[in-house]
């Protein structure tokens, strides 16, 4: 699982989140990065911020969707005015989870992803 965030701390809690489930988690605080690795690697899931400095989140969406194998993606954001941006078609994502959020939360919308 891919997560990026600018906000190191959101980072932080949720690879400790996921990796006590028994994923493997990698985290960047910026979207060119998160992009550059997702083109080299293959996600199962990528857990994006939308509002961060320099390349956005939406950015990031849009790039992610763009690749041969597109991994499942979730927004994580506290922006809900900015949400009507994912109905473009270039820019689909598989949940949308409102921060503050409870880890319960996030667990839920994961597993139904993969079950």
Not at 37 to 56: I, N, Q
Not at 57 to 67: I, T
Request: net charge negative; with cysteine; glycine share 6%.
């Amino acid at each position: 699982i891919l997560v990026v965030d600018d906000n190191q701390d959101i980072c932080v809690v949720v690879d400790n989140l996921l990796a006590r489930g028994g994923h493997t988690v990698k985290t960047f605080n910026n979207g060119a990065d998160a992009i550059e690795l997702a083109r080299e690697k293959e996600f199962d899931l990528v857990l994006c911020d939308l509002a961060m400095s320099g390349t956005s989140g939406y950015d990031v969406v849009k790039e992610l969707n763009k690749l041969a194998r597109r991994p499942k993606i979730g927004v994580i954001t506290g922006w809900s005015e900015k949400l009507k941006l994912f109905d473009d078609a270039d820019v689909q994502v598989d949940f949308i989870l409102k921060k503050p959020f409870k880890n319960a939360e996030l667990i839920k919308h994961i597993n139904g992803l993969f079950v």
